[in-house]
């Protein structure tokens, strides 16, 4: 179990001490419990958790924690399931966020002589200008170009000399084929790529990395905590430092809420240990990952999370097993002739839990791979398909000349009819 280091607890302890005085949020979530008395782990352990739904439902301002004059700007999430969570932010919010972010790109060798092309939104969206606040206090050039615009985001990557890109896996691949596709490779000056906020396969992020000739930096963050740049990766490449000297990492899993021992792949939960105007406590992000036991060997003692799995939305059960998106990435990644994009279909039927796992092959040989990826599934996740052979219901198999499709099917407890299947999609490759 992560160990909560004594500057946490006593961060932590001095939060709880007025949180219910400075927030009617909390005051109102908390009623009867006295977290102003929480003076261990164990107790702080026992306090609720705090969740999505309750942030909407807290729309517009409930969140403030601190009067109005002590504010200074709103950010917001996309709220594409309905209402969105507004985040109130003090002076010394903006300038905490700034902080980490300027950590993160001198994690990632970024210095005050780069020149730094942002590509995320700017707006309600935390993602620009949190980019663009962390690379100002570093000293470095910024270039806020926003997303979009190919042409002007190629010309500007030319004439100014962008060595640093900031942008999703998924915009960094499609500058990557564009730079590739118009030959101006020998134009471009990127060392670095800084990429957020999406969940991307190693093929697509080999992919990035070799096309554009940049080494690539994975950062975490989310619009409820400040925004990207909690965390990011090291040149080490295993997991992603998180600066919790201002934040406070659980694993817990979600189904039961129990804190899990580090190693172990479970829910992130963050409480805020400094955040003025919408602290959080305990709040549950949904993202699945892991924290990595052990130092790091750059030497940084932050604490480190795994790239994330997944969402706690996309887990499933299959045989008893606990499966997540990520880990059939990895599995597919490592087999020979394999393409990046897969299609996962769990099923209920009569009783059944049955996975059928879709993907390509360029090969002839289908049997050998379809073996090949058995025996992979079987050592990562514990699970083997029984007749790894093309399906014969499997009409998405048989369309595609160059897809495979196997599958495993339990027998569970007595028949519960046909249930709606759960399906997953990853695109990792290409879009
Ligand atoms: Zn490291």
Known sequence: MVNMKEQQLEQIMKVLSTIKDRSEFYRNKYGNIDVAKISSKKDFEKIPFTDKYELREAYPLGLQAVPDSEIVRIHSSSGTTGTPIIIPYTKQDIEDWAVMFERCYRMAGVTNEDRVHVTPGYGLWTAGIGFQNGAERLGA????????????????????????????????LLLAEEIAKRGIIDKIKLKRAVIG?????????????????????????????????IGISCDCEDGMHCWDDFLYFEIIDPKTGK????????????????????????????????????KCKCGSEFVRIDILTGRTDDMVKVKGVNIFPGQVDEVLRDVDGVSSEYQVMIDHLNGKDILTLFFETGSEDKAKIEENVNQKFKERIGITFPEPSLSANCREARRSPTASSITVTESHGSGCGRERPHLFKVYSGSR
């Open 197 to 229: 906020s999406e969940r991307w396969g190693e093929k697509m992020r080999r992919r990035i990395a070799s096309e554009l000739g940049v080494k690539l930096y994975d950062i975490y963050g989310l619009t409820e905590i400040y925004g990207p740049g």
């Open 141 to 172: 050039m910024v270039i806020p170009m926003g997303p979009g615009n190919t042409d002007k985001q190629l010309k500007m990557m030319m004439d100014l000399g962008s060595t640093v890109l900031c942008a999703t896996s998924s915009y960094a």
């Open 259 to 294: 804190v899990l021992p580090d190693g172990t792949v479970g829910e992130l939960v963050i409480t805020t240990l400094r955040k003025e105007g919408a602290p959080l406590i305990r709040y549950r992000t949904h993202d699945l990952t892991r924290i990595i036991p052990g």
